[in-house]
């Protein structure tokens, strides 16, 4: 069975604070996809990264860093020096070969405090 | 240009009235895609539409029927919708590869309240 498992629910950090949001992923197919996406209150879905299973290279995009290691099946993030503006929901996703479709995580809900 | 555009931002209906919902992509994406987001929830897969041809129906009720009149568009007529269907109603796009390797692009949304 093919599951996306962000344990934390919810994350308070103040300003400036590095954050990890973790990912533990499921599947027994030898390819496929993982993303991240970030959703503010506005509501759109912001894409953040894509990584094909065949790549296991860490990447950093300014301030954010993934993690991604096929040994525990995690694909984390990281946010160095929060700023209020990553307030936001994040989901990470999973997308099979197989498959096609995108399979979510529940989520984790990140507060960044002034 | 990465824009999914959704209108309207906003909608509230009443049990027996027929609306749609509209959206529109501008970056020659061929696959495009009707979310329902309830709150606190990640979005649930409705349809997919690949070539302008329905490819995935995740066994949605008929009172949702999706149109995808040209390879911009994707229309989502809502008819005889329940109060359990208020959610967020997201839009999607993505280029047409190997199932699941290219990311999705999605629009603000439109936020449905059904009376």
């Known amino acids: 069975a093919q599951k996306v498992t962000q344990a934390q629910t919810e994350i308070s950090v103040v300003e400036k604070e590095d954050v990890t949001l973790d990912c533990v992923y499921e599947t027994r197919d030898t390819t496929y996809y993982l993303f991240w996406y970030k959703q503010p209150p506005s509501g759109e879905l912001v894409f953040l990264i894509r990584r094909n299973s065949f790549d296991e290279q860490n990447e950093i995009s300014g301030r954010y860093s993934w993690n991604f290691q096929k040994s525990t099946s995690s694909f984390n993030f990281t946010i160095t020096a929060s700023q209020v503006v990553d307030s936001a929901v994040y989901f990470c996703?999973?997308?099979?070969?197989?498959?096609?479709?995108?399979?979510f995580g529940k989520g984790t809900k990140l507060s960044v405090k002034p | 240009d990465t824009e999914v555009t959704q209108t309207p931002k906003h909608l509230v209906m009443g049990m027996t009235n027929k609306k749609s919902l509209k959206c529109e992509q501008h970056?020659?994406?061929?696959?495009m895609y009707w979310y329902k987001q309830k709150a606190k929830k990640p979005p649930e897969l409705m349809f997919v539409?690949?070539?302008?041809?329905?490819?995935i129906n995740e066994s949605v009720p008929s009172r949702f029927s999706p149109e995808c009149p040209n390879s911009s568009l994707l229309n989502l007529h809502l008819h005889a919708l329940q109060p359990e269907d208020s959610a967020l109603y997201l839009c999607a796009s993505s280029q047409v590869g190997p199932a699941g390797a290219y990311e999705q692009y999605f629009g603000p949304g439109t936020r449905l309240t059904v009376t």
């Open positions: 539409y690949s070539y302008e041809k329905l490819s």
């Open positions: 996703a999973l997308n099979l070969r197989s498959q096609g479709n995108l399979i």
């Open positions: 970056m020659g994406h061929r696959a």
